[in-house]
């Protein structure tokens, strides 16, 4: 990876160039940079509709959101692309209260690496004014939904063959000892811990479907060209689409993580994933670990992992 400020070359886990001292990964911003509109004012192009000042989207290939100890992100462009079209939100409710979204822009639609963005601000923004409810699952819902709306929203040029602005999601929202996690597509929730690792959500995706209604095998299904297309997404061509929902009860001590297949198709095995995170340290460390694995296996492409480190309160 180059610095975008000297051009010195920054190895991967390095948090600064070692030349200049410029942040590797910029920490995300949303919204106009120039007069703070908001970001669904912000075009596919990167103009703002308010003050017309062009964002700088390239920085957002790489960045890091580091809200506490336990709670931290990551989002790489990878080894392959030319652009990162992942997106990751967090936020922090009071004391107790904790929120992560990660998404995946599908990359045959327009403007795959805004579409993650709007969804990802949206659905989090959404989350933290709804998480004093009492019902999380309607909560949780909700912001899905509003998140489909700003998605939906994007302007595009419809006489194109190109797809509407489309993306994945996967958000959870944890309260005292309850994680409620609600997903479209193949982006994944994972609970990780020495004693009951678990995948906690399950793919919307062709893959998933064959092999489990035994049409085909798993090694039959994934020599097929469609293995990795989703059945479920965000955008406006989505149609009328429900989010899968799960409570999930912390049962001790351990990490939630929510991560794009850039991270699990090299992991397909929840074991393997357990190996990688060692417990007892803090969240972005985890983060940029699973980073730096998925880059030295290939990188090939975008990586974006959310991690929360949890201990069941008694």
Not at 94 to 103: A, D, K, M, N, R
């Amino acid at each position: 990876m180059k610095c975008s400020k000297c051009g010195n070359t920054i190895e991967i886990g390095d948090r600064f160039c070692e030349e200049c001292g410029t942040p590797a990964m910029p920490k995300a911003t949303g919204g106009c940079e120039k007069c703070g509109a908001s970001v669904e004012e912000i075009d596919p192009e990167g103009f703002c509709s308010q003050c017309g000042f062009r964002q700088e989207i390239q920085q957002t290939n790489n960045f890091e959101i580091l809200l506490s100890p336990n709670l931290a992100g990551v989002s790489h462009r990878g080894l392959k692309h030319h652009r990162n079209e992942d997106y990751l939100a967090c936020a922090r409710v009071g004391t107790s209260v904790y929120v992560l979204v990660v998404c995946d822009g599908v990359s045959s639609s327009a403007s795959p690496d805004l579409a993650a963005k709007v969804a990802a601000e949206s659905a989090c923004r959404a989350l933290e004014r709804g998480v004093r409810g009492t019902n999380l699952q309607k909560e949780i819902k909700l912001a899905i939904a509003e998140a489909m709306t700003a998605v939906s929203a994007i302007p595009y040029n419809v006489t194109t063959d190109i797809d509407p602005p489309s993306t994945t999601i996967v958000a959870a929202v944890v309260v005292d000892n309850t994680a409620t996690i609600a997903w479209l597509g193949d982006s994944r929730a994972y609970w990780i811990s020495p004693n009951s690792s678990r995948q906690l959500t399950r793919d919307h995706s062709w893959f998933y479907d064959v092999v489990l209604s035994g049409e085909m095998t798993e090694s039959e299904a994934k020599k097929s060209p469609h293995v990795h297309a989703i059945t479920r997404w965000l955008g406006a061509d989505a149609g009328n689409v429900e989010p899968s929902i799960v409570n999930f009860e912390i049962p001790g001590y351990g990490y939630l993580l929510l991560c794009t297949d850039g991270l699990w198709n090299y992991t397909p095995e929840v074991s393997e994933l357990q190996m990688l995170v060692n417990p007892d340290i803090d969240a972005i460390t985890v983060a940029q670990k699973l980073i730096e694995f998925a880059c030295l296996s290939g990188g090939h492409d975008n990586i974006t992992v959310a991690v929360l480190s949890l201990r069941r309160k008694k």
